[in-house]
């Protein structure tokens, strides 16, 4: 299960390489962070109960953030082409 975190790792960094790339500076830092946070995670040796409890809380804030963003935040109709 450790290894999957380091994938995850790995993947966000690549996410967070593009975005600074396409000038999106604060994007990449808030998945630089979750590169970090994932690897870091990776070599603390967590049993795989609890790699699965940190997974999950980790998708509950992800998901209550990206809700809030998406209704109060977003304006309707903006960003359009």
Request: glycine fraction near 12%.
């Amino acid at each position: 299960m450790d290894r999957m975190f380091r994938v995850l790792g790995f993947w966000t960094g690549i996410f967070a390489v593009m975005f600074y790339l396409g000038d999106m500076h604060t994007t990449s830092l808030l998945f630089f962070g979750q590169t970090g946070f994932f690897v870091l995670l990776s070599y603390l040796k967590l049993t795989e109960r609890m790699y699965i409890y940190i997974f999950g809380a980790y998708l509950t804030i992800f998901f209550v953030g990206f809700t809030y963003w998406t209704t109060f935040m977003m304006v309707p109709g903006q960003g359009g082409h």
